[in-house]
């Protein structure tokens, strides 16, 4: 137990990569390289351009040592690009013991270095037994991380550098392209190592980029066949970072066996053009759907909080679009994600609508047995294209799991209602409808995001709401702000991802009634 929490504090503690010094490298804080620097008698490479060492570190308990370093390159007060390199070795006769506990610590659960997440734009793995080669490319939110807590897991990192930029008044980019290599195997003297190299994509001739999230970053794999520049730029960055890998791989002296295959990775796609067959004249062909074609997909409702046409949603009704358009007085009309909380599953959209009426949000959460009002589109427009209202009352004051964002409900919530309002008989929104679960009896749980919430997520990207309403509402001016206030929403996503989304969805069945 005592060697995995001084493991775990060694491989948690990385950002871009974990800080590092040993006097078997050439490296030292300030020191600047070109080319290469020598680690442990190897001359190492190094991206084009003049290094600067931010921090350097070493470990060592005798029989195994840890050494790591940063590097960035800049120009002026701008981050150009960054660049990081650890590695652990093992020696004697703790190798055996070692290489489980690094396998467990390192390949398993959310700090998996080799695990998939959705945000990556490439990731490339290799897991034979005990052995790990991983390659990934991704995008990062500069300030989402820097601005993390100083936790265990990533406090050296994170401190380290802002207090670099802090002292030197540097200006950091929006997002940073990086791409990562890993490479463990105990079978070659229990060695393991990372680097990571991450750019600016503006200092490296790709156009400037404009988002409000990560997830909505035109790098982001969602969005970034929507950019021919973008997509191109990435292209070529891949190229380059995989023959990075290939060559830390000839100098740690990676078998053939254990080496990544990047042969499929390192062509740019081309296009194939496909001969088409023929139909017999005398039996009709039948139209093959095309995979690109972007249609409707799923719907659910928001509501305008701004005469700018600011609406309000969940997450999950607009989480996998490529395109959400808002149904307004008979029209579809385009939204652009402004802000998103996967976390509570609210997200802000904008779009060129601006209408008479619109919500203001209560500034007091709900009190228990409070009368309140839902209203949407529930099970979208099969029932009627009408928008329509339920009432109830607060039943409970945290969600599911004591989850005290969000309270429970006896109002009907059905699929279709997500991102809908509830408001109180003064027309102020008291809660965002989420989500609905149903019990072994039979009945039905309703649940709500509460407007404190909403009023923090909102904040805390620079939007605020009108003043709220002291004054209850007649029913007949409640229906008018409901009428007016609320808008049906649709998701449309290629026929591609449609079908994805399908097949991963029947898997997760199958696995769950197999093992379940």
């Not at 020598?38 to 003049?50: A, C, R, T």
């Not at 002292?167 to 490479?183: D, V």
């Not at 004051?397 to 005290?404: I, M």
């Amino acid at each position: 137990m005592i060697m995995k929490k001084i493991l775990g504090i060694v491989f948690l503690s990385f950002l871009f990569l974990v800080n590092a010094n040993s006097a078997a490298t050439q490296l030292k804080s300030g020191s600047f390289h070109e080319g290469e620097f020598k680690w442990k008698h190897k001359k190492m490479p190094l991206p084009p351009g003049k290094w600067e060492t931010i921090e350097k570190w070493d470990w060592s308990i005798g029989f195994w040592t840890s050494t790591s370093a940063d590097l960035v390159t800049y120009s002026g007060n701008d981050i150009d690009s960054l660049f990081g390199f650890g590695d652990i070795e093992f020696k004697g006769r703790y190798q055996g013991y070692i290489a489980p506990q690094i396998d467990e610590l390192l390949y398993q659960g959310e700090h998996d270095g080799c695990y998939e997440r959705p945000e990556y734009t490439l990731l490339k793995l290799f897991k034979k037994g005990k052995v790990h080669n991983c390659f990934r490319v991704r995008h990062i939110d500069v300030d989402k991380e820097l601005n993390r807590p100083d936790d265990a897991k990533n406090k050296w990192a994170s401190a380290v550098f802002r207090k670099w930029l802090r002292e030197r008044n540097m200006n950091t980019p929006k997002i940073l392209l990086c791409a990562t290599g890993i490479y463990y195997a105990p079978v070659v003297r229990d060695t393991y190592y990372r680097w990571g190299y991450c750019i600016n994509p503006e200092k490296f001739g790709a156009s400037r980029n404009e988002f409000f999230t990560e997830d909505s970053s035109e790098y982001h794999p969602a969005n970034i066949n929507n950019y021919p520049d973008k997509k191109e730029f990435m292209d070529e960055w891949i190229v380059k970072t995989t023959q990075m890998h290939q060559q830390f791989e000839l100098i740690f002296k990676a078998k053939e066996h254990h080496k990544l295959d990047f042969t499929q990775i390192a062509k740019k796609p081309k296009d194939k053009k496909i001969k088409k067959k023929q139909p017999k004249k005398t039996e009709p062909a039948e139209p093959i759907p095309d995979d690109n074609i972007i249609v409707a997909a799923a719907s659910g409702t928001g509501f305008f909080v701004s005469d700018k046409g600011l609406i309000v949603t969940n997450h999950h009704v607009i989480d996998q679009c490529e395109i959400t358009k808002v149904n307004f007085k008979g029209e579809e009309i385009e939204a652009k994600t402004l802000a998103i909380d996967k976390t509570n599953d609210l997200a802000i959209i904008k779009a060129e609508i601006y209408p008479d009426k619109f919500y203001s949000v209560s500034n007091e959460d709900v009190t228990l047995l409070q009368d309140i009002i839902v209203a949407g589109f529930p099970l979208g427009k099969k029932v009627s294209a009408a928008i329509k209202t339920h009432k109830g009352s607060v039943t409970a004051l945290a969600g599911y799991g004591d989850n005290y964002s969000n309270f429970q409900t006896d109002a009907t919530i059905n699929q279709g209602n997500s991102g809908g309002p509830i408001i109180d008989q003064k027309g102020n929104i008291v809660g965002i409808a989420v989500a609905l679960m149903s019990a072994d009896a039979g009945q039905n749980i309703f649940f709500a995001v509460k407007s404190s919430t909403l009023k923090t997520f909102a904040s805390s990207n620079g939007i605020n709401f009108t003043k709220p309403s002291n004054t209850e509402k007649t029913n007949a001016e409640l229906g008018k702000l409901i009428t007016e206030g609320t808008v049906f929403l649709e998701c449309w996503m290629t026929v591609a991802k449609i079908k994805k989304l399908i097949a991963k969805e029947e898997n997760k069945k199958a696995f769950y009634n197999k093992y379940q």
